[in-house]
């Protein structure tokens, strides 16, 4: 997105967008993950932004300590009287925000340009900004107040001194890249472990979780490598209880919900320690998920793919194609935060192997000679992007097989034979016969999905399918000619209003 002259204006704010409890007023969906000095939520207002910095210091952590902050949006921002607003293509409003290979340094020149744009829109309005909101609503701002992104956190730096704020703009259902791993990385080593980290995107959804989960993974990096030794030296405690790769979630679970994907299956054979990562990486996925899953959150990264498959099941043909480029990004997605965890891992046992011999004796334990590295000293010494290329043939597995799931149920083959048997005898005569036994079939084929409109649906849908596909051939030519044209849609009572509709006498 570069063409700022044309972009509209979005207020990012609207009606309902706090899903959570607790709110910290202006800075929607506030929450902290369990466990961990990591923060999440959407696009604060001015107001918001002290708001979420003074909750995060509370009573103990110095106001002018180091805070790192996060911004995971790849649109620009500026402040309408302290309230934000965003730049959008006119036919992104109220969508996710896909905008293609945006960087840090587009996104900011992209701040600098819709900065200058809203200028000259205001003052050839007599002062007053038009917008939208999130439902095309049109809105005309007086503008008592205008200022970029980075203003307001050169403002917010008068208080917070020590606040770091990183753009790292990446898109909605895939994966960040890899270099945006990096910059988290780079941005974090050094700091303390009791460093605050703050990430946002628009709500507090996708986006912000998923650097959530990455921040929360560097910090078990520095917990590994600074306590690991030590904790080993307390008597009484069982080091491997604190160790997240012994995680196992519930097996009552659908193997979907559990992040068991074949491409997942073939990573974790390939991956070293894969299965270690995985575990590594659904504990902290799940801690940034929702209550049901032990977090705070609105968005689980994992289980999301199999609810989006599951409603898969019950669209229609336009939308099942825009949901499956979506479930295949968040399988993408999800593999690489397994791959990151396998990274961490590896670069936690690098990081304690590796210290400086001059070093090494002021952070050797007596008891074991295992080392307790300060998480400010902790240097990591390969990035993931060269984890990457020696593992390249991850690249390519993922590629190919973020598509490869079931996307439509198979009929039994001893029911499908019969209804073809039925409709090759008497098409037209057996018609009752061979509606009950699709149905029959589809009650026996969806009895794991709970009852109610999503079953029906389904339901609905597979016998749509099921009647097309056994119709007799000049039927079914007639029947797919019309589909091709639009004049009809591949809908049951359609259908069979065609095939059983006599022209009057």
């Not at 390249?392 to 079931?406: E, M, S």
Request: proline fraction near 5%.
């Amino acid at each position: 997105m570069g063409d700022m002259a044309n972009a509209a204006c979005m207020a990012d704010g609207f009606d309902k967008i706090q899903k959570l409890p607790d709110p910290v007023v202006g800075c929607p969906n506030f929450r902290r993950v369990p466990g961990f000095k990591v923060y999440c939520c959407g696009q604060p207002t001015i107001a918001g932004f002290e708001a979420a910095l003074t909750k995060v210091c509370g009573e103990t952590y110095p106001k002018d300590g180091p805070i790192i902050w996060f911004n995971l949006r790849q649109e620009p921002t500026v402040y309408v009287n302290g309230v934000p607003i965003c730049a959008r293509p006119a036919n992104k409003i109220g969508e996710y925000a896909e905008l293609g290979a945006i960087t840090r340094d587009i996104a900011k020149a992209n701040e600098v340009e819709f900065l200058k744009v809203c200028e000259t829109r205001k003052n050839e309005n007599g002062g007053k900004l038009k917008a939208v909101d999130i439902n095309k609503n049109a809105l005309e701002l007086e503008v008592t107040e205008l200022k970029s992104l980075s203003q307001v956190i050169e403002g917010l730096k008068e208080k917070f001194p020590g606040l770091v704020h990183w753009r790292v703009p990446v898109c909605n259902s895939a994966a960040p890249l890899e270099s945006d791993f990096d910059i988290i990385i780079k941005t974090l080593v050094g700091t303390a472990i009791n460093t605050p980290v703050i990430v946002n995107d628009q709500v507090g959804l996708s986006r912000a979780t998923t650097g959530c989960v990455a921040a929360c993974l560097f910090k078990e990096l520095q917990i590994s490598a600074s306590f690991e030794g030590l904790v080993e030296t307390v008597p009484g405690v069982n080091a491997a209880l604190l160790k997240t790769d012994r995680y196992v979630m519930d097996p009552a679970k659908d193997t979907l919900f559990r992040g068991e994907f074949e491409v997942v299956k073939e990573l974790i054979a390939t991956l070293k320690d894969g299965a270690a990562a995985k575990s590594n990486a659904d504990r902290i996925i799940d801690l940034n998920g929702t209550p049901k899953t032990g977090g705070t959150g609105i968005k689980q990264l994992r289980e999301n793919i199999a609810e989006s498959k599951l409603s898969y099941e019950i669209m229609d043909d336009a939308a099942q194609a825009f949901l499956k480029k979506k479930i295949m990004d968040n399988i993408q997605k999800y593999f690489y935060l397994i791959v990151f965890a396998g990274y961490i891992r590896e670069a936690a046992a690098a990081a304690r192997e590796t210290i400086e011999a001059d070093k090494k004796a002021a952070v050797a334990l007596p008891s074991s000679g295992k080392c307790s590295i300060p998480a400010t000293e902790l240097k990591i010494g390969k990035t993931f992007a060269a984890f990457m290329e020696e593992n390249a043939g991850l690249r390519a597995l993922i590629d190919t097989g973020k598509g490869n799931l079931q996307w439509e149920r198979d009929i039994p083959a001893a029911s499908l034979a019969n209804l073809e048997s039925l409709g090759a005898k008497d098409f037209q005569g057996n018609l009752g016969t061979i509606i009950h036994d699709i149905y029959q079939t589809a009650h026996v084929m969806f009895g794991d999905m709970p009852q109610g409109d999503h079953k029906k649906r389904a339901k609905y849908r597979f016998a749509s399918k099921t009647i097309m596909r056994i119709l007799p051939a000049a039927q079914k030519a007639e029947v797919e000619k019309l589909i091709e044209s639009k004049k009809m849609t591949m809908d049951l009572y359609e259908i069979l209003g065609k095939c059983t509709w006599v022209q009057p006498k």
